[in-house]
């Protein structure tokens, strides 16, 4: 990154990675120093992105723009606590940022599928599609109270309150949630952005092992094969590995959408996204590095 990227606006400084980290990251083929402090920064580029409420925006209704500032501030605070967990002592939350990295990747992919569509057809779905559970569950508060044959207890009397408080600041009545156009699945969100099948298998089907704990996941993290062939528990899990941090790649893709999206075309969008190709380069070249060799013949 140059000079002419370094500080822009509200944004911080980019990191400054000294000589001898990153002649040791290649003497030791451990490229986490420094992909640390890169995910750190797209991490803050992110909250202040999500920060963003200039009137000159694009004029999203207020329950759409809030959709996407929401989740990139998810995926902000996401990454900052993969953050805290790998810079414990010993390091060895892996079991636990691999969890946070699936909700993290699908949050980013909605934040690009949402911007790279911009159908304000495809915002309502996925606000429908979360306050359908509400409605199931108010149904079911007031099915039991009807069974009691009285008035609401106070903990059902607060959950209905807090029931309706949320469905009504979405902008959405009850007739539009149930009449909304099903959500569509990741898979299919991703095609419609242009990625491929590929990328969905590895940032979802395989991050899903580690939210539903199938097989794949017991045997990496929570079980061990003896030489005998009988299992133990594993009581250490590995540290957080350096392929995670590269998920800040995707959540700068779908930070660059969202600025395309929202932003005016003029010099502050072209300032934006060049500072977010700018960032995107550095972590690629390190990528780059630490992928040296993989891909010769085994």
């Known amino acids: 990154m140059n000079d002419e990227t370094r500080g822009r606006g509200p944004f911080p400084n980019p990191p400054v990675i000294a000589d001898e980290v990153l002649n040791r990251c290649r003497e030791t083929g451990d490229y986490r120093p420094v992909l640390f402090e890169w995910y750190n920064f797209v991490g803050q580029?992110?909250?202040?992105?999500?920060?963003?409420?200039?009137?000159?925006?694009?004029?999203?209704?207020?329950?759409?723009?809030?959709?996407?500032f929401g989740l990139l501030n998810r995926c902000a605070r996401l990454m900052l606590s993969n953050l805290k967990l790998s810079c414990d002592a010993d390091n060895r939350n892996g079991e636990t940022t691999v969890i946070i990295d699936r909700c993290l990747?699908?949050?980013?992919?909605?934040?690009?599928?949402?911007?790279?569509?911009?159908?304000?057809?495809?915002?309502d779905s996925l606000i429908a599609a979360g306050l359908q559970t509400e409605l199931e569950l108010r149904r079911e508060i007031e099915a039991h109270i009807a069974e009691r044959g009285g008035?609401?207890?106070?903990?059902?009397?607060?959950?209905?309150?807090s029931i309706s408080k949320c469905i009504s600041s979405s902008g959405l009545s009850e007739q539009q949630i149930?009449?909304?156009?099903?959500?569509?699945?990741l898979a299919s969100m991703l095609t419609m952005v242009g990625l491929s099948r590929l990328e969905y298998v590895v940032g979802q089907?395989?991050?899903?092992?580690?939210?539903?704990?199938?097989?794949?996941?017991?045997?990496?993290?929570?079980?061990?094969?003896?030489?005998?062939?009988?299992?133990?528990?594993?009581?250490?899990?590995?540290?957080?590995?350096q392929n995670e941090y590269l998920l800040a790649l995707i959540v700068l893709r779908?930070?660059?959408?969202?600025?395309?999206?929202?932003?005016?075309?003029?010099?502050?969008?072209?300032?934006?996204?060049?500072?977010?190709?700018?960032?995107?380069?550095?972590?690629?070249?390190?990528?780059?590095?630490?992928?040296?060799?993989?891909?010769?013949?085994?």
């Open 178 to 185: 149930k009449a909304a156009k099903k959500l569509p699945d």
């Open 45 to 68: 580029v992110c909250f202040r992105l999500a920060s963003l409420r200039a009137p000159a925006l694009h004029p999203l209704q207020p329950p759409h723009f809030a959709v996407l």
């Open 151 to 161: 008035d609401p207890v106070v903990i059902e009397k607060r959950m209905l309150a």
């Open 205 to 241: 089907r395989m991050g899903s092992h580690h939210i539903h704990g199938t097989w794949s996941s017991l045997w990496f993290h929570y079980i061990d094969v003896a030489d005998d062939g009988t299992f133990e528990l594993k009581d250490k899990s590995a540290p957080m590995d």
């Open 254 to 298: 779908s930070l660059k959408a969202f600025v395309e999206f929202v932003v005016p075309a003029g010099s502050i969008a072209t300032s934006l996204i060049e500072m977010l190709d700018s960032i995107e380069e550095e972590i690629v070249e390190i990528h780059d590095e630490m992928v040296a060799g993989d891909y010769e013949v085994a």
């Open 105 to 123: 990747y699908e949050s980013a992919i909605k934040v690009l599928w949402l911007c790279k569509t911009g159908s304000a057809e495809n915002f």
